[in-house]
């Protein structure tokens, strides 16, 4: 037992408190949510606890393997993704008309979940690895490993989930110095090019971002989880109405609202407060995580730990934006509080990954 | 690319990284405050819209029907009342096709063609997403059918609604009317007179009668079930409830067994008979024959029968104690009489001789006297009880047609009665000044002749003549007609009496009304144009004859009733009131084609006065067609 007792406590040596603190915050936001948008369904409330408890001890586990481990774990990684996104390109199974999950036999899996992380190790590796010899070919390598598996993602298809790895791929070359005159003749690129990918845009694509601007012009179709998401949040008014009272919650008004539209449950029941409160813990993990970033002594863990932190805003912003009606309606859960196994394991490592480059400081100085 | 120091090379690296990393933490900020700002649109400036959005959402309103109230005798005889039945009811957006859905139907259950008739109609003048009754009064049987056959017949459904029963028949239809379904027609008069909300669970509304004039009172409050429903729609639980407010009950100041003896003595002859209490105003009994079935009007008529009814040369729809206008010829004449008293135009006792004709000075037209040879001496009281012509074309010439018309407006001729009944007629009564607006014409003396007995321009309904006897009767209170006694509120069912509507005080000199009135009772006595019809009466009546022509009858021609065919012969008019020294009742009939009015409309009367002064029930009272003529 004392032995036990001894590798749970060098264990949790590895655990940042600080981000320990706003993640059991926010888990413990999401559970009450959950439990008030399931109708306190004890399947769900029960599965959320499970969920957490696993990816909890994901985290635990990747505080502790050490970076220069984890940077090992890319390449391998990163091919293994690719190889099973072009294994779905070719013998993947077609749900809802697109070519995303991969049949194992015992489970469904979608490949492109594997990059979220995958691709960031990767390339943190690489840039690491030619740290002192680091040229303009070099990012060219780094953007063509992120061009491979964005456009295979792309043509499943599947819009929001190859752009949400395209800007965790984006994000690490911005970190590792990608030179602004790129990135602005990019994104000036980008936006004359915005007519051509139109063109390319699957029809529900381009309803998708039509039914943005205008909700009301199909109320019964698409629109109707626009409308009835921001109806939710904006009648929750400054101080919401209250845990558990939400009406347009609890009488089925909000779709999907224990996992891609939680926030809309959470906007009706705890009102600007609350939405003030809850950016604010993301705000908080940021933050800590650009510390963490700040002070890693490693390019790999410097770059993983940035990266991760912006990417995790970036998907509490896709998700708040959809749900509020101000970003097209993708399906991006919104982070550490819908409800969901896969998301959660795969954010939690993402935080243990951060804990992980923030205790790790001189171990692997070699 | 040249390095420089690793150890500087990394320092510079590492600035660069701070930099980017105030970048990334600038650009995070920037979307939270995105974010941000989105929600306090949403939930701050936004909120009360919202809030009103998501209450939509959650509450419905459904509106709960109050029961229409009762239409009772004045013996508390139920004239109108509801029931519950089982229709069956389409919606023809849920139908996925409408022919499919009724062929099945019809294999199901007897679908008349009347029937099938009626829902196209109804079909055609609704909307989509209105259900339309395909039949209404389902037997058991045919609930329990359609019940176990529903899934074959989208779009149809079998609904507990509530209907109108009109038991008292065709004789009570004009009185008191009836319900039909609500109309594109009816909902804009309900818009407009912002009632609209109070309805929005009634299906039927009073369209003619008593059913229309008392709609709001029978009405009542239609209540709602505040329910909050779910996103499919279910009623999840009740909120609040407001109980709808049944309306009122009506009780008549008719007597629905008055009303049948009068029908029944009408036999065979169209018309109509008014009898009022005179002191009241109270409508003891109403009759428009030939009446309708009202019942077929409740959940909507089949085109066909609606043509019928409409078209039928007897005019069955048409209620003629307040529409019918008719000369109102001798039954003028007391009117006629008193003016000439009040007016100073005539005493009592002054005489002509009438030689069976009168002619206007300078002319050698001849008005005539229905009696050839004339009445020879006569006064006024003779000139009423024997209906002398050639008395009244004097006074008219003497009084003027402008005295004349002021005079008897007083009486309410020539205008509403105000009766609680819509779709009154205001009758003519002419005049100098009428004919100048109307026609562009000047009087000629020779339209004064005859207005002095009731001819010419001069239109009044049975309403009016009944009226205007009832001030010869109560000594010149001019009372509005009421059909409806008394109220009962249906939560404290105490009954409210209807207050009387005196609408004013003729001021008549009691000995001037006193001549007129012995003359109508001479009327009735041996001698008098109606004598027969007084015949045997335990209580004296007060009374007088006329006749509306139909045609005209060329000068020098005399009118023979068994020469004409039925439709061509004379109106029968009767005025009067009973018991002559304090009179109860009053009665005006109006017999269609009746010939001379002591013949035929007075013993109608004189039935409806049997049995109301006496209780005295006709036997198999059946009216010969009797062509007497005077």
Redesign the interface.
Same mark, same amino acid.
């Given at each position: 037992m004392p032995r036990t007792s001894h590798w749970i406590l060098r264990g949790l040596r590895h655990v940042d408190g600080i981000l320990l603190t706003l993640v059991l915050l926010l888990l413990g936001v999401s559970l009450a949510v959950v439990a008030s948008a399931s109708g306190q369904s004890p399947a769900r409330i029960s599965g959320h606890l499970i969920n957490i408890g696993l990816a909890l001890g994901v985290m635990v586990l990747m505080a502790n393997v050490p970076p220069h481990l984890l940077a090992k774990v890319g390449p391998p990684l990163y091919v293994a993704g690719v190889v099973l996104l072009l294994g779905v390109a070719l013998f993947g199974e077609i749900r809802n008309g697109a070519r995303r999950w991969l049949d194992l036999g015992f489970m469904a899996f979608q490949p492109s979940e594997l990059l979220k992380l995958a691709l960031p190790l990767m390339l943190a590796w690489y840039f690491q690895r030619n740290e +002192?010899?680091l *040229?303009a070919k070099h990012f060219l390598v780094a953007g063509a490993l992120l061009v491979v598996p964005f456009l295979l993602i792309l043509r499943q298809p599947d819009l929001g989930t190859a752009l949400m790895i395209g800007a965790s791929g984006f !994000?690490l070359l &911005? &970190?590792a %110095?990608l030179p602004w005159k790129v990135i602005l003749g990019g994104a000036t690129l980008g936006a004359a090019s915005l007519p051509v990918v139109w063109g390319l845009m699957h029809d529900y694509q381009q309803r998708r971002v039509l039914t943005l601007l205008d909700p009301s012009s199909d109320p019964l179709g698409a629109g109707y989880h626009i409308i009835?998401s +921001?109806?939710?949040? %904006?009648? $929750? %008014?400054?101080f919401g109405k209250g845990w558990m009272q939400g +009406?347009?919650n609890q009488?089925? &008004?909000i779709p999907e609202r224990t996992t891609d539209f939680i926030f809309a449950v959470f %906007?009706?029941e705890f $009102? !600007?407060a609350g939405?003030?409160l809850l /950016?604010g813990l !993301?705000?908080a993990i940021?933050?800590r995580g =650009?510390v963490i #970033? #700040?002070r890693a002594p490693t =390019?790999f863990g *410097?770059l993983m730990a #940035?990266t991760l932190?912006?990417n995790l &805003? +970036?998907y /509490?912003?896709v998700n708040? $934006?959809m749900v509020? $009606?101000?970003l097209p309606v993708v399906g991006v859960p919104l982070p550490l509080m819908s409800y969901g196994g896969t998301a959660l394991v795969t954010l939690l490592l993402g935080m243990g990954i951060l804990m992980s480059v923030a205790t790790h400081r001189q171990l692997n100085k070699s | 690319m040249p390095l420089a120091t690793p150890l500087k090379n990394l320092d510079r690296e590492l600035d660069r990284f701070h930099g980017r990393l105030k970048v990334g933490a600038a650009f995070v900020v920037l979307l939270a405050a995105a974010l941000l700002a989105r929600a306090f649109y949403l939930q701050v400036m936004q909120h009360e819209y919202y809030i009103q959005r998501a209450e939509n959402n959650r509450i419905s309103l459904v509106p709960a029907a109050p029961n229409r109230g009762l239409i009772l005798d004045r013996k508390d005889r139920i004239l109108a009342e509801n029931y519950s039945a089982y229709t069956l009811e389409l919606t023809r957006a849920q139908t996925h096709d409408l022919e499919a859905t009724l062929a099945e139907v019809s294999k199901l259950i007897e679908i008349t063609p009347g029937e099938l008739r009626r829902f196209r109609r109804l079909l055609a003048e609704s909307h989509e997403f209105e259900t339309v009754p395909l039949k209404s009064k389902l037997t058991d049987e045919e609930v329990a059918i359609l019940a176990a056959n529903r899934y074959r017949l989208p779009g149809a459904e079998v609904k507990a609604r509530l209907f109108r029963n009109y038991q008292a028949g065709p004789g009570m239809a004009h009185v008191v009317g009836f319900v039909g379904r609500i109309n594109d027609r009816d909902l804009k008069g309900l818009r407009e007179s912002g009632r609209e909300q109070n309805y929005r669970g009634s299906v039927h509304i009073g369209k003619t009668g008593l059913e229309q004039s008392y709609e709001t009172l029978l009405h009542g409050r239609t209540g709602f079930d505040q329910m909050e429903t779910d996103a499919s729609g279910r009623a999840v639980r009740a909120l609040s409830r407001i109980p709808p407010v049944p309306g009122k009950d009506l009780r008549l100041y008719l007597d629905q067994e008055l009303q049948a003896v009068a029908e029944h003595a009408f036999g065979d002859y169209m018309g109509g008979l008014v009898a009022l209490d005179p002191n009241t105003g109270g409508v003891l009994a109403l009759v428009s024959k030939p009446g309708f079935d009202p019942n077929l009007f409740v959940d909507g008529i089949d085109p066909e029968t609606w043509k019928a009814l409409n078209e039928s040369p007897e005019r069955p729809m048409v209620n003629r104690v307040l529409r019918g206008i008719y000369p109102p010829g001798s039954t003028i004449k007391p009117f006629m009489g008193l003016a000439g008293l009040e007016l100073g135009v005539r005493k009592p006792g002054d005489t002509i001789v009438d030689p069976g004709y009168f002619s206007l000075p300078n002319s050698s037209h001849q008005f005539r006297d229905w009696k050839r040879g004339g009445h020879g001496l006569v006064d006024l009281h003779r000139a009423i009880a024997q209906s002398c012509d050639t008395y009244f074309y004097k006074l008219a010439v003497d009084m003027g047609i402008d005295r004349m018309h002021d005079y008897l407006s007083k009486f309410s001729f020539g205008e509403k009665t105000g009766i609680d009944l819509e779709g009154e007629s205001t009758g003519l009564l002419p005049s100098r000044d009428w004919k100048q607006r109307r026609w562009k014409k000047a009087w000629y003396p020779g339209e004064t002749v005859i207005a002095g007995i009731g001819q010419g321009y001069h239109l009044t309904t049975p309403l009016q003549l009944a009226t205007a006897t009832a001030m010869l009767a109560n000594g010149g209170k001019r009372i509005e007609p009421r059909l409806v006694q008394a109220v009962r509120d249906p939560l404290t069912h105490v009954w409210q009496p209807q207050p009387v509507a005196v609408r004013g005080q003729l001021a008549i000199k009691p000995e001037d009304l006193a001549v007129v009135r012995q003359g109508m009772m001479d009327v009735m006595r041996p001698g008098g144009t109606a004598a027969g019809a007084a015949a045997g009466a335990a209580y004296t009546i007060a009374g007088k004859t006329g006749t509306a022509q139909v045609v005209g009858i060329k000068q020098g021609a005399r009118y023979d009733a068994s020469r004409l065919s039925r439709q061509y012969r004379d109106h029968a008019l009767f005025i009067a009131y009973a018991p002559a020294e304090n009179p109860t009742i009053v009665v005006a009939v109006m017999v269609e084609n009746g010939g001379h009015g002591g013949s035929t409309a007075a013993p109608i009367a004189r039935a409806v006065f049997d049995y109301y002064l006496t209780g005295k029930r006709p036997g198999n009272m059946k009216l010969e067609g009797s062509d007497a003529s005077d």
């Open positions: +002192t010899v *040229r !994000y &911005f &970190f %110095g009835q +921001t109806i939710a949040i %904006g009648s $929750g %008014g400054l +009406t347009q009488l089925d &008004f %906007g009706e $009102g !600007y939405a003030i /950016v !993301y705000l940021v933050a =650009l #970033a #700040a =390019l *410097r #940035a932190s912006l &805003f +970036t /509490v912003f708040m $934006g509020s $009606g101000i | -």
